[in-house]
């Protein structure tokens, strides 16, 4: 399945994912289409969360409105999605509670609950349960015109658990060390299947148009260092090791590949040992650090300016970004413009812009 698309103009993330010198640092936010646009809230309507994911042309549409409104300003699109359609091909009902967030009625309650054997013995089809991802990946890199690359990705293995078992968001996570504590075996296994859905889907948007993939381990920092070693990085290291292999199979050439671990600020040593050509950090991580941290590793970084700044005056957002272009090395190669996080709701997009006009600014030759 060879789709045809136009021409890359602009390819200067990729170019500084594969670590090469650049004249300017490439620049995205996280979350950059969603709720923090007013096109985002009459675009989705009436429409529940999930059925925009589902519905190719609604995802688009989404997809397109930050490259459409920061036109010239944005390197990437993302497509959009969520983590969650992982566990919902898995079996799993999952829901968006208005004011909540993501929502599981039934989450896995032990290794004996019978849902857990359920969903590990699944024989999930990927391409037929995901197909609607693929559909809103090629329509939106038909529709991008070649203006900039598009990212897939996908929940890490870690943080898919994490909701599989505690239903939804949490500030303790009881449940989730419940299992790894008390069914570490179970745990793993269910670990390992996630990560083999998650190479199979990552191949498959690739297939279907993505030309960088991002894997976002949004719960990473609820691992003790000892802890990561055992239940992150494994599946994040299959992931990297087993997507080039798929893609080969498929008769497709490899993609960049980001790995972003929110808050393993300890594991960013191990981090650059994956085989991820691209690592993102978080706003607690100083990137001079690490800097001295990754050495003469070919890893470019992706990050990480404080997604808060965004709510300060344009002196602040001038200020931080300044000190972020200084301490990445100035920008022209080796860095990927990012927040340290998704942004955030109420951020005023024209802040988001005069970010973006900074680092152009700031960072141009």
């Not at 045809?4 to 390819?11: A, G």
């Not at 990437?76 to 969520?82: E, H, K, L, P, V």
């Not at 997507?243 to 972003?260: A, T």
């Amino acid at each position: 399945m060879n789709h045809q698309f136009e021409p890359l103009k602009n390819d200067l993330i990729l170019r500084t994912a594969l670590g090469q010198k650049v004249e300017r640092a490439p620049m995205w936010v996280m979350r950059q289409a969603g709720r923090y646009l007013p096109e985002y809230h009459e675009a989705k309507g009436q429409h529940d969360f999930f059925e925009c994911c589902r519905s190719p042309e609604i995802a688009s549409t989404l997809t397109l409105q930050p490259i459409e409104r920061f036109a010239g300003l944005v390197d990437a699109a993302i497509i959009f999605s969520d983590i969650l359609v992982i566990p919902q091909a898995l079996g799993m009902e999952v829901e968006m509670l208005p004011a909540k967030g993501p929502h599981f009625p039934n989450p896995l309650k032990s290794p004996t609950d019978g849902q857990y054997e359920m969903v590990l013995h699944k024989k999930v089809d990927v391409a037929k349960e995901l197909d609607y991802v693929y559909k809103a990946i090629t329509m939106t890199r038909h529709k991008l015109k070649g203006r900039v690359p598009l990212f897939g990705f996908c929940g890490a293995p870690w943080t898919l658990l994490c909701y599989m078992v505690e239903g939804g968001g949490s500030k303790l996570f009881i449940q989730t060390k419940t299992w790894i504590y008390k069914y570490p075996e179970a745990s793993k296994a269910l670990l390992q299947k996630i990560a083999e859905v998650c190479v199979e889907y990552l191949a498959l948007q690739v297939q279907a148009g993505a030309q960088l993939v991002q894997v976002f381990d949004s719960w990473a920092a609820e691992l003790s260092p000892a802890s990561f070693k055992i239940f992150s990085q494994p599946y994040l290291a299959y992931i990297s090791e087993n997507l080039p292999k798929r893609l080969k199979e498929l008769k497709l050439e490899p993609v960049p590949m980001v790995v972003f671990a929110k808050g393993a600020w300890y594991a960013l040593d191990s981090l650059c040992d994956l085989g991820y050509q691209v690592v993102g950090l978080d706003w607690l991580q100083d990137p001079a650090e690490a800097i001295k941290i990754r050495g003469d590793r070919p890893i470019v970084f992706q990050g990480n300016a404080d997604p808060g700044m965004l709510y300060g005056t344009r002196e602040a957002i001038t200020s931080v970004v300044e000190e972020m272009v200084k301490r990445f090395g100035g920008g022209k190669g080796g860095w990927i413009a990012n927040l340290g996080h998704g942004i955030t709701p109420m951020v005023n997009p024209d802040d988001l812009k005069f970010y973006f006009q900074e680092l152009h600014r700031l960072t141009g030759s």
